[in-house]
């Protein structure tokens, strides 16, 4: 893990040492010391003056370095992390001041025992931007017990699930997961078992499920593949549905700069319809890439393979079955709005990606599915490939 993951892991037998780093915070503190050094320069060629011409006194000068290159030290030389040592069956957090040019180096620790903690937790949060308004989803990686430590925020759950798993797994603490749907556990040395060997070992591989009645799935059969076509879920369910509860501000608000502007010219009477209208324009811009998506789920005892279908473009990914780790769905929730947004969804989950299977199916439908995969997985190889006849039959391409 790099820099780019705002953080740093050495490991070594049962010690773990995790050194947290933010480039934004050394990035600022490189400008204020920059600053400083250019007040400082400015200074001692005698370009500061008072009004009269005459050159700063000394001590406000040195105030003004003192108040930017202090900080600048302070943010580059930052340091935090926590450190498990196995052996010795503790956690320490510390944080402080590093070393300047082999000057100086500053810490404070506290030490927990490794017993007192109950098991490590990487969830998805929804926190406010507080006085700026709306919100940020954050991805948070914590360590529970007597006390809760907070080890790492992210902006995405990919690094957030890796830095969880090594943690877990040097704490030898299961790892509660709930980036995506319901809460996952799953014990310390299972961390790296794929979907398939944890179904088999339990005895939990299920049988293969009953299509739903009045199912939107067509599914297809051919030995241990079975392919699933989703219908896109139209513009009204992505989003438009609810933008249209809006329509009758906007035809109102239309009506009224028609009548206040009725003897403009044309051009300016196509602008300000052009004005009014643009919100409906920016939301059906927004909703259609998920209005409008046609999914096909391919399923076999070693591959995911996804394709997406718009009238502008196809995206193709897969994931090995071998590098499956969990499937999720997201719950769906109960609303009086319920019918016109997009809810629940079944997502696989490796240590390298995340892939989003379908969303916006019926409870049952999203049930069946998901059975589906942990059942196809689970079955003996053939290795064969998707039959020609298959991909050329326009009957899915229509879907």
């Known amino acids: 893990m790099g820099l780019r993951d705002g953080y740093r892991v050495e490991t070594s037998g049962t010690h773990f040492a ?17 600053v400083a050094l250019a007040i400082g320069e400015a200074a001692r060629r005698g370009a500061l003056h008072v009004a009269d011409g005459s050159p700063f006194p000394l001590w406000i000068t040195g105030l003004a370095v003192c108040a930017t290159g202090l900080p600048a030290l302070a943010l580059i030389l930052y340091r935090s992390g926590i450190t498990v040592d196995g052996a010795r069956g503790s956690v320490v957090t510390w944080w402080g001041l590093g070393s300047l040019c082999g000057i100086g180096n500053w810490r404070r620790t506290e030490r927990h025992a490794l017993d007192a903690l109950d098991h490590v937790t990487v969830s998805k949060e929804v926190r406010s931007n507080g006085g700026n308004g709306g919100s940020r989803t954050v991805y948070v990686v914590r360590l529970i017990g007597e006390p809760l430590i907070h080890v790492l925020t992210f902006s995405s759950p990919l690094p957030a699930r890796q830095l969880a798993e090594r943690l877990a797994q040097a704490t030898n603490r299961p790892l509660r997961s709930t980036l995506v749907g319901e809460a996952v556990v799953t014990a310390p040395e299972r961390l790296d078992w794929s979907l398939r060997e944890r179904l088999i070992a339990d005895g939990d591989v299920p049988e293969e499920p009953t299509q739903p009645p009045r199912s939107r799935l067509r599914v297809h059969a051919d030995g241990a593949r079975r ?40 051009a300016v009477l196509a602008v300000i319809v052009a004005v009014v ?4 324009a920016v939301v059906v811009a927004l909703v259609a890439p998920h209005g409008l998506r046609r999914t096909r789920v391919e399923i076999t005892p070693d591959t995911l393979r996804v394709e997406h279908a718009w009238p502008w473009r196809r995206e193709l990914l897969h994931m090995e079955v071998a590098v499956l780790e969990e499937l999720s769905e997201t719950p769906i929730r109960k609303h009086p709005f319920a019918g016109l947004v997009l809810q629940g969804g079944v997502t696989a989950i490796s240590d390298n990606a995340f892939l989003q299977l379908t969303r916006g199916l019926s409870e049952p439908d999203q049930t069946y599915l998901a059975t589906l995969v942990r059942h196809v997985v689970c079955q003996p190889s053939d290795h064969q490939e998707l039959p020609a006849e298959l991909r050329a039959d326009p009957a899915w391409a229509t879907l």
């Open 227 to 266: 392919v699933i076509a989703v219908p896109a879920p139209g513009m009204l369910r992505a989003g438009l549905g609810l933008a249209a509860l809006a329509l009758p501000g906007e035809v109102a608000a239309l009506g009224l700069a028609i009548s206040f502007f009725g003897d403009a010219s044309p």
């Open 277 to 280: 209208l643009a919100p409906l």
């Open 18 to 34: 995790l050194r947290r780093v933010s480039i934004g915070r050394i990035g600022l503190g490189a400008v204020l010391a920059l």
